[in-house]
């Protein structure tokens, strides 16, 4: 999972919280509404617009993760944002260890997507590193809080990749066992059962069935396997997809699945054809 990859997904988050902060909006009386309006009226019209700014977050959100808008964030403010962030997370050291590791490169993207929630939630991160907050102290502090749980919320979104890729993957060869790749990948993830002694199947008798019959059994005994020892699955599941992930891109396993001709059975993978 690339440094983009995973920006791309803190962009959701983003939009998530756009959407949040839209909907609240759109169910607060306007000072400007004529108290006799109805709020049927005021809910529709806001829904309207929130759903178009949900879209176009969602736009620039994707468009300002990529490398190429990289430059926008002139290098003095990428320091004072190290700066800043040295003395805001101080009380949060692993938030604080986690952003001083990023390469300036990644911080310049990182820093459009906290300007841009910053900017969303009626404020400016300008603001806060040029401490133009400082005669406001409270509020000071109020908005360090919600840069830092944002960023706290983009630390746990990367956290949890490894866990999630590993989800996808066996959630979508799951429900679409019989797709080429989920194909392959469910041999392989069988084939490592085997070779780890996790069941009980030999590869003779497996062989020795027809290729449903093979294609039905490899679903089961994943399933089985999975169910009754968690943790050992977890831990070739894992080995199954950063191997597979590393041959290819990190889409391979999670893509639209391509169904083969009816009869046509793929070569082995691991010693195990399905």
């Known amino acids: 999972m690339t440094f983009f990859s995973w920006l791309l997904f803190i962009g959701l988050l983003f939009v998530v919280g756009l959407w949040l902060r839209r909907r609240w909006e759109a169910g607060q009386p306007s000072a400007t509404t ?14 309207s617009t929130s759903a178009g700014g949900l879209f176009s977050g969602l736009r620039k959100s994707l468009t300002t993760a990529l490398p190429g808008l990289a430059g926008k964030q002139q290098p003095d403010q990428i320091e004072k944002l190290r700066t800043w962030m040295a003395t805001a997370f101080v009380g949060d050291p692993t938030l604080k260890r986690w952003m001083a590791e990023l390469n ?32 406001s102290p409270d509020l000071e502090r109020a908005l360090a809080r919600v840069i830092s749980n944002y960023c706290n919320a983009c630390l746990h979104a990367v956290r949890a990749q490894d866990d999630l890729e590993m989800y996808k993957a066996l959630r979508n060869y799951l429900e679409h066992p019989d797709g080429r790749l ?9 084939g490592q059962l085997m070779e780890q002694k996790l069941t009980s199947i030999r590869i003779a008798d497996h062989l020795s069935l027809p290729d449903p019959k093979r294609r039905q059994q490899i679903t089961m005994t994943i399933q089985q ?6 943790g050992e699955f977890n831990r070739v599941l894992k080995e199954v997809v950063v191997q597979r992930n590393g041959a290819t891109s990190a889409e391979t396993v999670v893509t639209v699945p391509v169904t083969e001709p009816q009869g046509k059975t793929k070569p082995a993978v691991n010693g195990v054809s399905g």
Do not use: Y
């Open 104 to 135: 300036d490169e990644q911080l310049q993207a990182f820093a459009e997507h906290i300007a841009a929630f910053a900017h969303e939630m009626g404020f400016e991160l300008s603001w806060l590193l040029d401490q133009k907050l400082q005669p």
């Open 182 to 190: 989920q194909r392959e990948f469910g041999q392989a993830l069988f």
């Open 225 to 230: 396997v999975a169910a009754e020892k968690p």
């Open 34 to 47: 004529d108290p006799t309006a109805t709020k049927e009226g005021n809910s529709g019209a806001a829904t």
